[in-house]
Nanobody
């Protein structure tokens, strides 16, 4: 299983970016897809998650500005980031909990390679 993230870049404060992350490989079912980020000198933190069942969840710092969505047919998760701030600068990682077969105990966490988002003031 691989996660391929894209969409990062350099923007000015107040602008928008859309990140995408596509899962490929031996996928039976994707349980949860989400986005994390890691700023320089800081720990990786949750940005948003989209479970197969239940509600989406966002970090308080991005509520009202970021929107996570999923296209299950494409095994893809998106992160629409609006009103970006310099403090949003980080490497963004997609994450997915994926079941690879109908057999028991075949769910694992997978990470994408990370995409850099830089927001200038």
């Amino acid at each position: 299983v691989q996660l391929q993230a894209s969409g990062g870049g350099l923007v000015q404060a107040g602008e928008s970016l859309r990140l995408s992350c596509a899962a490929s490989g031996s996928i039976f079912r994707i349980n949860v897809m989400g986005w994390y980020r890691q700023a320089p000198g800081k720990q990786r933190e949750l940005v948003a998650v989209f479970p197969s069942y239940g509600s989406t969840n966002y970090a308080d710092s991005v509520k009202g500005r970021f929107t996570i969505s999923r296209d299950n047919a494409k095994n893809t998760v998106y992160l629409q980031m609006n009103s970006l701030k310099p403090e949003d600068t980080a490497v963004y990682y997609c994450n997915a909990n994926i079941k690879t077969s109908p057999a028991r105990y075949t769910s694992n966490d997978y990470w994408g390679q990370g995409t850099l988002v830089t927001v200038s003031s």
